[in-house]
């Protein structure tokens, strides 16, 4: 059965209310079908997985880019997606909300914005400019009447920043100008994801786990995460098995890379979906 863009939503929600749950980044349709075949609830988009799709560092990809990939994705599966909407796709708030009501459109049940710049010389905005665009977020959804989850994000770990006490300021908010699950990528440690946790508590926190880690999901839900993404971890681990099969080729004429998945099971995967 088809699930509408309202049942995803729906379903969406009440997946944060109790409990932990995984929500993979596929990065094209084939691999959206595949993580919702091995049975995940929802997925999110990845921005370095689509960019590095299209030939583009993490980052280069436009928002028609980013808005045509979403449709894409939407339509493919009838699972959630969470959009990575990186800082939103404008200079000032009143361009966040165009592109947030733009993102609604494309069937998306829920979108994250960030704070980072992306000028490395200075990494973060201001907390207020951050916490202004994503008021225009929040508000963009409301009136759009539609159920999308905002996702507030803040970049530290990720940009070079690791202040924890910063990071705890700029969650917390965040959470009060209206974003319904918070996110620090780049925090690993027990006592950094605690923290987290605790300040912006009732709020759901998304943790990202994308490099091995001897964390599981039993020891994040202990810690009262209650989504884990890997960002770009598996279209990463793709273009690593990818890289180096074709090294063995172009560097030294060997063909032993060419190993992995068959074939035919690939083939009787999305054969068995279709017929299904």
């Given at each position: 059965m088809t699930r509408t863009a309202t049942d995803k939503r729906i379903a969406f929600r009440a997946l944060h209310e109790t409990g932990c749950f995984v929500i993979p980044n596929p990065w094209d349709v084939g691999s959206a079908l595949m993580l919702q075949g091995l049975g995940f609830a929802a997925l999110a988009t990845t921005s370095s997985g689509l960019a590095w799709s299209q030939g583009k560092p993490d980052g280069a990809s436009t928002r028609e880019d980013v808005l045509a990939h979403l449709r894409t994705m939407c339509a493919a599966t009838d699972l959630p997606i969470n959009a990575d909407f990186e800082s939103g796709y404008a200079t000032d708030a009143a361009g966040v909300a165009e592109s947030v009501r733009m993102a609604i459109d494309t069937g998306v049940a829920g979108l994250s914005i960030e704070d980072a710049t992306g000028d490395p010389a200075d990494p973060l905005r201001r907390v207020e400019e951050a916490v202004t665009r994503?008021?225009?977020?929040?508000?963009?959804?409301?009136?759009?009447?539609?159920s999308v989850l905002l996702v507030g994000r803040a970049e530290n770990f990720i940009v070079g920043?690791?202040?924890?006490?910063?990071?705890?300021v700029r969650l917390k908010a965040y959470a009060e100008a209206g974003a319904d699950c918070?996110?620090?990528p780049g925090i690993r440690a027990r006592e950094e994801i605690e923290a987290v946790v605790r300040a912006v508590a009732p709020k759901p926190v998304n943790l990202l786990i994308g490099w091995p880690s001897d964390l599981t999901l039993a020891d994040v839900a202990a810690?009262?995460?209650?989504?884990?993404?890997?960002?770009?971890?598996?279209?990463?681990?793709?273009?690593?098995?990818?890289l180096a099969a074709a090294r063995g080729i172009a560097e030294g004429g060997r063909f032993s890379g060419l190993t992995g998945t068959s074939g035919g099971e690939l083939n009787g995967f999305f054969r068995d979906r279709k017929s299904g």
């Open positions: 994503l008021q225009a977020a929040r508000a963009a959804i409301d009136a759009s009447g539609v920043r690791p202040d924890l006490a910063d990071t705890l918070l996110y620090a810690l009262g995460v209650r989504r884990i993404s890997v960002g770009g971890a598996l279209a990463r681990s793709a273009w690593g098995g990818f």
